[in-house]
C-alpha cells in the first residue's frame, strides 16, 4: 500500500510538472535565430507595438452605481519591451499615450503609465492555439490629469494583472479589451471609482510574431 501511495505521489507530480511546462510560451518571428517554431523561430529581443490605424486607446471611468463619469480618448499610444522567446516572459518598459481628450476635461486631459527602464513591468505570454495567445502584464498603474475649469484633477489607477489577447501574424495585433483598473486616488465625480481600458496594437517590431 505504501509503495501504491508513493507512486501515486510520483505521478501527480509528473502530472504538475507538465501541466506547468504546458503553460509556458515560445514567441516566434521570422527573424528570429532560436530553434524553429510551426512558423519563424524562437525570437528573443525588443518587442515595439503602437496604436492601430485608425483606433484610439480608451479609458472610461465609473462611478459606484456603474454610470460612466468620465472617457479618455488618446489617438496615439506606444509600447516598448523585451521578451525571452523559449519562455514566453518579458517586460514592458515604456508604455505611452498622447493626442488625448475627454468631455469632461474642457481645459485639455494628459495620460500616463509608470513603466519605465527602472520600473519595468513583469509580462508573460501564453499559447491558446494556431500561434495566437495571451499577454498577462503585472503592475500595471497610470493616471491622466483632466483640466476642469475649477483646475486639475489627477486620476490614478493600478491592476495587479491585465490579460490581453495576441493575434499571430505579420504583422501581429494585440488587443486589451475593458479590462478593468482599480483607482487609486482621485475624486469620484470624475475618475470614477474604477476604469476600463481597451485598444488594439500592432507589433512593428518584430515585423511578424507567433505564439507557441
Same mark, same amino acid.
Given at each position: 500500500?505504501?509503495?501504491?501511495?508513493?507512486?501515486?505521489?510520483?505521478?501527480?507530480?509528473?502530472?504538475?510538472? #507538465?501541466?506547468?511546462?504546458?503553460?509556458?510560451?515560445?514567441?516566434?518571428? %521570422?527573424? =528570429?535565430?532560436?530553434? /524553429?517554431? *510551426?512558423?519563424?523561430?524562437? @525570437?528573443?529581443?525588443?518587442?515595439?507595438? &503602437?496604436?492601430? &490605424?485608425?483606433?484610439? /486607446?480608451?479609458? %472610461?471611468?465609473? !462611478?459606484?452605481?456603474?454610470?460612466?463619469?468620465?472617457?479618455?480618448?488618446?489617438?496615439?499610444?506606444?509600447?516598448?519591451?523585451?521578451?525571452?522567446?523559449?519562455?514566453?516572459?518579458?517586460?514592458?518598459?515604456? #508604455? *505611452? #499615450?498622447?493626442?488625448?481628450?475627454?468631455?469632461?476635461? $474642457? !481645459?485639455?486631459?494628459? /495620460?500616463?503609465?509608470?513603466?519605465?527602464?527602472? !520600473?519595468?513591468? $513583469?509580462?508573460?505570454?501564453?499559447? %491558446?492555439?494556431?500561434?495566437?495567445? &495571451?499577454?498577462?502584464?503585472?503592475?500595471?498603474?497610470?493616471? #491622466?490629469?483632466?483640466? *476642469?475649469?475649477?483646475? !486639475?484633477?489627477?486620476? %490614478? @489607477?493600478?491592476?495587479?494583472?491585465?490579460?490581453?489577447?495576441?493575434? =499571430?501574424?505579420? $504583422? /501581429?495585433?494585440?488587443?486589451?479589451?475593458?479590462?478593468?483598473?482599480?483607482?487609486?486616488?482621485?475624486?469620484?465625480? &470624475?475618475?470614477?471609482?474604477?476604469?476600463?481600458?481597451?485598444?488594439? @496594437?500592432?507589433?512593428?517590431? $518584430?515585423?511578424?510574431?507567433?505564439? @507557441?
Amino acid at each position: 500500500m505504501r509503495l501504491k501511495i508513493i507512486g501515486l505521489a510520483a505521478l501527480a507530480m509528473a502530472l504538475m510538472a #507538465f501541466a506547468a511546462s504546458s503553460a509556458s510560451a515560445k514567441v516566434c518571428a %521570422t527573424t =528570429g535565430t532560436g530553434e /524553429a517554431c *510551426t512558423t519563424g523561430k524562437v @525570437y528573443s529581443g525588443a518587442i515595439e507595438a &503602437t496604436l492601430k &490605424t485608425g483606433t484610439s /486607446a480608451t479609458l %472610461t471611468a465609473t !462611478n459606484s452605481s456603474g454610470s460612466s463619469v468620465s472617457t479618455v480618448t488618446c489617438t496615439s499610444s506606444t509600447v516598448k519591451g523585451t521578451v525571452t522567446g523559449s519562455t514566453g516572459a518579458g517586460k514592458i518598459s515604456s #508604455f *505611452t #499615450f498622447a493626442t488625448c481628450s475627454s468631455a469632461a476635461c $474642457p !481645459n485639455g486631459v494628459t /495620460a500616463s503609465t509608470t513603466a519605465s527602464t527602472t !520600473n519595468e513591468w $513583469p509580462a508573460q505570454a501564453t499559447a %491558446t492555439g494556431s500561434g495566437n495567445g &495571451t499577454l498577462a502584464v503585472e503592475k500595471v498603474e497610470g493616471s #491622466f490629469v483632466c483640466g *476642469t475649469i475649477l483646475g !486639475n484633477i489627477t486620476c %490614478t @489607477y493600478k491592476t495587479a494583472k491585465a490579460t490581453t489577447t495576441v493575434t =499571430g501574424g505579420e $504583422p /501581429a495585433h494585440v488587443t486589451a479589451t475593458s479590462i478593468p483598473l482599480e483607482r487609486v486616488s482621485g475624486a469620484e465625480a &470624475t475618475c470614477g471609482t474604477k476604469a476600463d481600458w481597451s485598444g488594439t @496594437y500592432v507589433v512593428t517590431n $518584430p515585423a511578424s510574431l507567433w505564439v @507557441y
